[in-house]
């Protein structure tokens, strides 16, 4: 066999090999799903009634739809602003659950949109989350499908309860300081003041002062 036969079925070898190795997203394997998606990937598979490679192609899709999102900035003043907002409510709650239930569930969506997230459907907006705060992303439909049952006349308190203190989890995650929002960096100079000496720096302070 001539030097360039031997090249060109090289060349192919090589060629086979890296198309059968480049599986696509919706492709990955059952093992890389599960572990970026969590708890999001066995809810998926009993919607499917347990079917683990359904599971697998939707949250693939999800994550060829959704992957590249850029999660926006958030201002200081929106962060306080959003955060006081689910302080009434949690305040709220105790004497009237269904209205804060509510008011949760139009607070978790606003501040979705606000940080890029889809605002056209919940079901969007829940995808979306979904790739990219899996653990705490249930929450969005947990707290809508209670606000609607509220709207409909329905008491369930502790289901209500349970709704809210998982959307607070949510909440806490798209409302937390990331590297890019405004003031994010005087946010850290300020839990870098606040933290306690250690003995030896009180120690050296003390020297000093002496």
């Known amino acids: 066999m001539s030097t360039g036969a031997v090249v060109l079925l090289g060349v192919v ?11 696509p997203v919706a492709q990955a394997a059952p093992g890389d799903l599960r572990r970026r998606f969590g708890p999001e990937f066995d809810e998926t598979a009993a919607r499917h009634g347990g079917d683990a490679g359904a599971a697998e192609h939707e949250l ?3 994550l060829r739809r959704y992957g590249g999102l850029r999660v926006r900035s958030l201002s200081l003043e929106a962060r306080e602003r959003y955060a006081a907002q689910w302080a009434g409510l949690q305040e709220q709650f105790v004497d009237a659950p269904g209205p804060a239930v509510a008011r949760a569930n139009q607070l978790l969506s606003s501040l979705a949109r606000d940080r890029g997230f889809p605002a056209d459907s919940v079901q969007r907006q829940y995808e979306a989350l ?3 705060c899996p653990h705490e992303a249930g929450a969005r439909r947990l707290l809508h499908e ?15 309860r349970r709704a809210l203190i998982a959307g607070r989890a949510l909440f806490a995650e798209l409302v937390r300081t990331r590297p890019h929002d405004e003031g994010a960096r005087v946010i850290r100079a300020l839990r870098l003041t606040r933290r306690p000496r250690l003995p030896a720096q009180r120690v050296a302070a003390h020297t000093r002062a002496d």
């Open 13 to 23: 070898a090589t060629i086979i090999t890296a198309l059968l190795l480049a599986r």
């Open 60 to 62: 693939g899709e999800r």
């Open 130 to 132: 979904s790739v990219h």
């Open 146 to 160: 209670a606000a609607e049952r509220a709207a409909a006349g329905d008491t369930d308190t502790e289901a209500m």
